[in-house]
């Protein structure tokens, strides 16, 4: 399921790198010469060909044999790059089901990106594709690594992991404050380009971001006080919380390439702040939960 689910995105990436204009819409950026888009095309194609090799490592027997770190950071960064998508996509449904979400004249007055059936393909095989990796991915950890996140969290970790955890926390906090604000229709720290493309969708994204950024805070205070509660709920809300605002905060930037040049296009100061700020709290709380788990394995 996780491999056919990657096929409509792959195919879209390798026609668009082939000169195709699928689903492309006349006057859409992505029409514009350059190499940015070319080059996000195919490093996004190659990360989503990692899907089909990640499958195959994890549901063959050879597969318990991996070095770790070659299987857990790209499940990591698989994480991190579909849970808000896994999270945002029914919510814009919901907004539009709702009727919150953007009518036809509006999207119609909008400049031209992708046409809608793009949108739905690509996001419906991302979350299949979520859904389908953490369904091989948890049994594989399960038998594999399973005394490290079962069982109860235990002593606390050392003040210095302390420390890191409050960091991502409260940097989490600034981060959620400002995309809660971007979410619910605030324009300061955005360019007018941003501004005029705001719609309920953008703001389903933003607070998207948001609960990623809350998750990784919380989620590393947890790991880092120990105690009696069970292991794998504050373990899995840092690693999805870190992945996810990690994985995101990059991403983000390296859009930022393919941006236009001019005046209304250039990203703000505060965006360029948030963004590296997403970063940082990815690391402190990955960190934290590199720190927890080698804590595990020399206990």
């Not at 996000?40 to 050879?62: E, F, I, K, Y």
């Amino acid at each position: 399921m996780a491999i056919a689910a990657t096929v409509p995105y792959l195919t879209l990436k390798a026609a668009w790198l082939g000169g195709s204009h699928l689903g492309i819409p006349d006057g859409s950026v992505l029409l514009d010469p350059g190499l940015s888009l070319p080059l996000l095309n195919a490093l996004s194609l190659v990360m989503d060909s990692g899907v089909v090799l990640l499958a195959l490592v994890l549901t063959r027997p050879r597969g318990l044999r991996v070095p770790a770190g070659l299987l857990t950071v790209p499940v990591f960064i698989a994480t991190g790059l579909l849970t808000p998508i896994t999270l945002g996509f029914p919510g814009q449904l919901l907004m539009a089901a709702l009727g919150a979400g953007s009518d036809a004249a509006e999207r119609a007055a909008r400049e031209p990106f992708l046409d809608p059936w793009v949108f739905n393909v690509v996001y419906l095989g991302f979350m299949v594709q979520a859904v389908a990796l953490a369904g091989l991915f948890v049994p594989y950890a399960r038998q594999r690594w399973g005394r490290r996140w079962q069982g109860r969290l235990g002593e606390r970790l050392p003040p210095s992991t302390g420390v890191v955890a409050g960091a991502a926390a409260v940097m989490a906090l600034a981060v959620s404050a400002v995309y809660g604000y971007w979410g619910f229709g605030g324009m300061a720290g955005q360019n007018p380009t941003q501004i005029a493309r705001y719609s309920s969708d953008a703001g389903v994204v933003s607070v998207v971001h948001a609960i990623c950024a809350l998750a990784a805070g919380v989620g590393s205070v947890w790991l880092a006080r120990g105690g009696n509660r069970r292991a794998r709920g504050p373990l899995a809300l840092a690693w999805i919380g870190s992945s996810a605002t990690l994985s995101w905060g990059v991403w983000l930037s390296l859009a930022l390439l393919g941006a236009g040049s001019g005046p209304d296009e250039r990203p703000t100061a505060a965006t360029l702040l948030l963004y590296a700020a997403q970063m940082i709290i990815g690391l402190l709380a990955t960190t934290v939960v590199t720190r927890f788990l080698a804590g595990r394995r020399a206990a």
